[in-house]
Structures are given as structure tokens and as C-alpha cells.
């Protein structure tokens, strides 16, 4: 979709709704934006150092990102295309590109690399929530054509079938919310991936990983849901925007302290063990997180060591007694990169994970 003159917020909605009414092959994708700074022009600069060519139409910002040819014999990428507006204090950004495209030039070429910005994921009981809500609200205008459930080794869901294995399923039928119930009671599977049909509505899809597809209907319906799943996030939003490292001047002295705020992360379905700590490291390397200095006290286990963001260049420390992680921030740690370390917490180890505020943070004179 081409924009040749400013555009207000609430027409661009309308000319995103009608352009999936005709152009049906490409789908429309959306990713909730998060960030702590106040001023957005921070991002748009760093969005020109990673060679976006940036335009504003009104309440639109266009960008524009021609790819690198890398081997003679690789066809070339043509442009990729995005666009971000801002709603309340949330920002979104919309792509028809293929989902495989927007991860590798704008989620893994920038969004994984550039501090005080992440994308918004969510948690399987987040959806299940959301499910139980429609089934109340929507009742016969409610279909789930399609789902994609999973459950792994790290999930104690309960299941009448063979609690110790490990299942994922793909499933399309207009009976898709029943079997959402029979699949979760008999095996223990929990959607991740689910497209929502409410007939005279909207119909789209949500995916843990953040990426929302829009099919068609009232949009500003799916901006809102979008927004109200923010809002079930914000409690950990929020403590990762305040977990941070910070010095303070001392009144009337010369001196500064170091201001450290902690977050505790208690599991509720899995216990790091001398046995799990290989899995649970490669685990953390695949999603580009790199350890040094650690150390592994067995019995008991006691595990420390440092955490290198090696995309967001940041570093914390991880402390572990088995049952709970306590993360502390250290240098040039933002948001960011805390966020994303739970997101791989949630991914890979525990679905459920339990947060809050380090009750005691700590002054470092």
C-alpha cells in the first residue's frame, strides 16, 4: 500500500481495512511496539543508522528498507515496507510482508539490536484467558478454524494421556474451539497460534511471538484487543522498565552510589538441577544470549554467573537456587534486553513464569 499524502491515524485504519477487502493473497502483520523513552525520534534515528529510508505522512511513519545482495547467485530482496503509528502510548507497526521477512529485516536486523525498543510477546495463558472471554462474549459468532498447540517437556499441564510426552498439533475445522478443550483435557496441549473468526467482527490471528495477522473486519477491534493484552503485560512490562542500573549523587557530598533494582523470577512448573543446567545454557545461547564467569554448586545447586546480550550489547547477572532466578542488571542494561530474557524463560523453560521486584534493592557505594 503506497501513501502519497498525509494521513491521519483513523484513515489510515480504514485504508489498511479496505486494502485487505482487495488484496486478499497478502496479509496484513502487526507488531506492538514497546519502548521507555518519551521521544520517539530517538528510535527514528536509530532506525536511519540501520539504513531505513524514513518519511512521515501525518500520523504515519513510512520506512523503507532496500536489502544488501550478498551473493551473486541469490536473487535480490526488493524493497521492504513498514509502517508505525501510535496509539495511546503504544506504538505499531504494520507490514504485508511475509512473516518470515518482517523477523529478518526488521525484527533480527533492528529490533533485536537497538536498545529502549522490543516487540510485545505474550503468554499462553494470556490466550487461554482471551478464549474464555470470547467464548462469554461472542458465544454462536465465535469460530477457531485453525490452532497450533504444543505441549513441551518443561510444561506439567495436566493430561489423561501419557503425562510424559511431549505433543504439538496443527489443527483446522470449523470445531476448532471443542477440540481446543478435548486436545487440552485428553493430552495436555495448549494453544500458542489460534486464528479467530467473529463473524460481523473481525478475524485474525494471535501468536505468543507477538506477530498479529489481520484477515479482515473492524481493525480498530484488533488495535484494542492488542491493547488490552498490553495491559494483562504491563505488570512485567513495567518491572523490566524499572529494573535498571543507575548512579545517584549523594546530597552535599562529592560521592555517588550505584542504584541496583533486581527482579525475582519464581518458577512454577520447573526447577533448574544439575541434571537440566546443560539444556537450560544451550537453550539460553540460541536465543543469543552468551554466559561467563559461572559457577555451579551441586547438592543444592546454587548457580551464578554473568549474561551477555550479545546483540544488545548488555550485560546482567543471573543467581538461581534451583526453584528461582534473581536477575540484576549491570552495564548498559535496558528493557530491552531483560524483556527478551524473559521472553526465552517463558519459550523454552517455564510457560508460567512468576515475577516481581527484588524486595531489597541494593546500594553499592
Given at each position: 500500500?503506497?501513501?502519497?499524502?498525509?494521513?491521519?491515524?483513523?484513515?489510515?485504519?480504514?485504508?489498511?481495512?479496505?486494502?485487505?477487502?482487495?488484496?486478499?493473497?497478502?496479509?496484513?502483520?502487526i507488531l506492538?511496539l514497546?519502548?521507555?523513552?518519551?521521544?520517539?525520534?530517538e528510535?527514528?534515528?536509530d532506525?536511519?543508522?540501520f539504513?531505513?529510508s524514513?518519511?512521515?505522512y501525518?500520523d504515519?511513519?513510512?520506512?523503507?528498507l532496500?536489502?544488501?545482495?550478498?551473493?551473486?547467485?541469490?536473487?535480490?530482496?526488493?524493497?521492504?515496507y513498514?509502517?508505525?503509528i501510535r496509539?495511546?502510548?503504544?506504538?505499531?507497526f504494520f507490514s504485508?510482508?511475509?512473516?518470515?521477512d518482517i523477523?529478518k529485516?526488521f525484527?533480527?536486523?533492528?529490533?533485536?539490536?537497538v536498545?529502549?525498543i522490543?516487540?510485545?510477546?505474550?503468554q499462553?495463558?494470556i490466550?487461554?484467558?482471551?478464549?474464555?472471554?470470547?467464548?462469554?462474549?461472542?458465544?454462536?459468532?465465535l469460530?477457531?478454524?485453525?490452532?497450533h498447540?504444543?505441549?513441551e517437556?518443561?510444561?506439567?499441564t495436566?493430561?489423561?494421556?501419557?503425562?510424559?510426552v511431549s505433543?504439538?498439533?496443527?489443527?483446522?475445522?470449523?470445531d476448532g474451539l471443542?477440540?481446543?478443550?478435548?486436545?487440552?483435557?485428553?493430552?495436555?496441549?495448549?494453544?500458542?497460534?489460534?486464528?479467530f473468526?467473529?463473524?460481523?467482527?473481525c478475524?485474525?490471528r494471535v501468536?505468543?511471538?507477538?506477530?498479529?495477522t489481520?484477515?479482515?473486519?473492524?481493525?480498530h477491534?484488533?488495535?484494542d484487543?492488542?491493547?488490552?493484552?498490553?495491559?494483562?503485560?504491563?505488570?512485567?512490562?513495567?518491572?523490566?522498565?524499572?529494573?535498571?542500573?543507575?548512579?545517584?549523587?549523594?546530597?552535599?557530598?562529592?560521592?555517588?552510589?550505584?542504584?541496583?533494582q533486581?527482579?525475582?523470577?519464581?518458577?512454577?512448573?520447573?526447577?533448574?538441577?544439575?541434571?537440566?543446567?546443560?539444556d537450560?545454557?544451550?537453550?539460553?545461547?540460541s536465543?543469543?544470549?552468551?554466559?561467563?564467569?559461572?559457577?555451579?554448586?551441586?547438592?543444592?545447586?546454587?548457580?551464578?554467573?554473568d549474561?551477555?546480550?550479545?546483540?544488545?550489547?548488555?550485560?546482567?547477572?543471573?543467581?538461581?537456587?534451583?526453584?528461582e532466578?534473581v536477575?540484576?542488571p549491570?552495564y548498559?542494561?535496558?528493557?530491552?534486553?531483560?524483556?527478551r530474557?524473559?521472553?526465552?524463560l517463558?519459550d523454552?523453560?517455564?510457560?508460567?513464569?512468576?515475577y516481581?521486584?527484588?524486595?531489597?534493592?541494593?546500594y553499592v557505594?
Amino acid at each position: 500500500m503506497e501513501l502519497k499524502k498525509p494521513i491521519n491515524y483513523n484513515n489510515f485504519i480504514s485504508s489498511i481495512e479496505a486494502n485487505a477487502l482487495f488484496e486478499r493473497k497478502k496479509k496484513w502483520k502487526i507488531l506492538c511496539l514497546l519502548t521507555d523513552l518519551n521521544d520517539f525520534s530517538e528510535i527514528e534515528n536509530d532506525l536511519k543508522k540501520f539504513k531505513y529510508s524514513l518519511k512521515h505522512y501525518g500520523d504515519v511513519l513510512s520506512l523503507i528498507l532496500t536489502p544488501k545482495k550478498k551473493e551473486e547467485t541469490l536473487p535480490k530482496k526488493e524493497n521492504f515496507y513498514g509502517y508505525i503509528i501510535r496509539s495511546n502510548k503504544l506504538y505499531f507497526f504494520f507490514s504485508k510482508e511475509n512473516k518470515e521477512d518482517i523477523e529478518k529485516y526488521f525484527v533480527r536486523h533492528f529490533l533485536s539490536r537497538v536498545k529502549h525498543i522490543y516487540y510485545l510477546w505474550i503468554q499462553k495463558s494470556i490466550i487461554e484467558d482471551l478464549i474464555e472471554d470470547f467464548e462469554v462474549k461472542y458465544k454462536e459468532e465465535l469460530f477457531i478454524s485453525e490452532f497450533h498447540s504444543e505441549r513441551e517437556k518443561h510444561e506439567f499441564t495436566k493430561s489423561y494421556f501419557r503425562e510424559n510426552v511431549s505433543r504439538k498439533v496443527i489443527y483446522t475445522g470449523r470445531d476448532g474451539l471443542k477440540a481446543l478443550r478435548e486436545l487440552k483435557y485428553y493430552y495436555g496441549i495448549r494453544p500458542h497460534i489460534i486464528d479467530f473468526d467473529i463473524s460481523s467482527v473481525c478475524s485474525f490471528r494471535v501468536n505468543k511471538d507477538g506477530f498479529f495477522t489481520y484477515y479482515s473486519g473492524d481493525l480498530h477491534f484488533l488495535l484494542d484487543l492488542i491493547e488490552s493484552m498490553y495491559l494483562s503485560s504491563q505488570d512485567m512490562v513495567e518491572l523490566t522498565f524499572s529494573s535498571n542500573i543507575e548512579e545517584i549523587q549523594i546530597k552535599d557530598l562529592k560521592a555517588k552510589t550505584i542504584n541496583l533494582q533486581p527482579i525475582t523470577i519464581k518458577f512454577s512448573s520447573y526447577e533448574l538441577t544439575e541434571n537440566n543446567i546443560e539444556d537450560f545454557i544451550l537453550n539460553l545461547k540460541s536465543f543469543g544470549f552468551e554466559l561467563f564467569n559461572q559457577t555451579l554448586k551441586v547438592g543444592s545447586i546454587r548457580f551464578n554467573c554473568d549474561i551477555i546480550d550479545t546483540e544488545k550489547k548488555a550485560i546482567f547477572s543471573l543467581t538461581s537456587g534451583g526453584q528461582e532466578l534473581v536477575i540484576t542488571p549491570q552495564y548498559k542494561t535496558t528493557f530491552d534486553t531483560i524483556f527478551r530474557f524473559m521472553e526465552f524463560l517463558a519459550d523454552k523453560v517455564d510457560s508460567e513464569i512468576i515475577y516481581e521486584a527484588y524486595q531489597h534493592p541494593v546500594y553499592v557505594e
